[in-house]
């Protein structure tokens, strides 16, 4: 399986060119909008279907939440347009609540994709690498969730003692994570609070959600292809070259997310 990264950010703003308005005339709002970055997966099934979707609902079975909320493009590339159940198959998938943004590598026009709903086309997106189904049978007796049980501290801050891998997801929607070790390209860490990373951050972190502008990133090596604290977002072609591969410190003022560098600490450096 592979997966898509699709970002893009931008701010706009806009007054309207009409003549001065008068006085029974409302003024012309001022025009705002914020670009997101997601991740979306790409599945891509394989004849016989009645096989794949035999394994995707084991998948599910394994790990209940992970296609909630996420969106999905589906690349038939594999398969043909007299590919048995092609034509049921969009509706399968529907009934699994799996979320379709799209739909790659076939032609609209194969008599068994007649009544399938086509989404808008999406352009610009960049592979990002494989993605590591979770194995287990339940989220709750994940080594992921172990750990982070195992290592809460306090109520609002959880510590994870291994390296974050491409594919995975550590959330701590109320309060501060703390990484020992690397978040992979692919990965993504989202806290409601402050975000630590004391190895290379590849991946995505998202700090300060549900309006929690203050909520910081710190990572001792900064490759990280996102950025956001409070919704506003800083993509890896926007971070300052600088900055890339040293320790950063990342916060929000007015209204961007901005990098800035942290002093390297040699071993050989002590506090007296």
């Known amino acids: 399986m592979d997966s898509t990264q699709l970002h893009g950010i931008f701010a706009l703003m806009s007054h309207s060119s009409a003549p001065h308005p008068n006085k029974n005339t409302p003024e012309a709002l001022r025009i ?35 296609f909630n909320g996420r969106p999905i493009i589906i690349d038939l590339e594999l398969l043909d347009p007299q590919t048995e159940g092609l034509s049921s198959f969009l509706a399968a998938l529907k009934e699994r609540k799996i ?9 609209p026009s194969w008599p068994a994709l007649a009544g399938w709903e ?21 989220q709750k007796n994940s080594p992921e969730s172990e750990s982070i049980e195992q290592n809460s501290y306090s109520p609002d801050t959880i510590i994870i003692n291994r390296p974050v891998r491409s594919g995975q997801t550590i959330e701590n929607l109320n309060g501060n994570i703390i990484i020992i070790g690397g978040v992979s390209s692919g990965a993504e860490v989202i806290a409601g609070g402050f975000i630590h990373i004391y190895g290379t951050l590849r991946g995505r972190a998202i700090a300060g ?3 929690r502008p203050h909520a910081q990133i710190f990572t001792t090596r900064l490759e990280a292809e996102l950025l956001a604290i409070d919704g506003y977002y800083l993509v ?11 320790p ?17 600490i040699r071993p050989s450096e002590t506090n007296g």
């Open 32 to 66: 705002r909008a914020r670009g997101r970055s997601f991740l979306a997966l790409v599945l891509t099934p394989e004849a016989p279907l009645d096989a794949w979707l035999k394994g995707l609902d084991i998948q599910i079975s394994h790990s209940v939440n992970f």
């Open 99 to 107: 979320h379709i943004i799209g739909i790659e590598g076939a032609d």
């Open 118 to 138: 086509w989404p808008a086309a999406l352009n610009g997106g960049r592979p990002s690498g494989a993605v590591t189904l979770p194995d287990s049978p339940s």
């Open 209 to 211: 959600i549900n309006h």
């Open 236 to 246: 890896a072609e926007e971070i300052n070259d600088a900055c890339l591969g040293h």
């Open 248 to 264: 950063a410190q990342i916060c929000l003022k007015d209204g961007k997310v901005c990098v800035l560098p942290l002093p390297s």
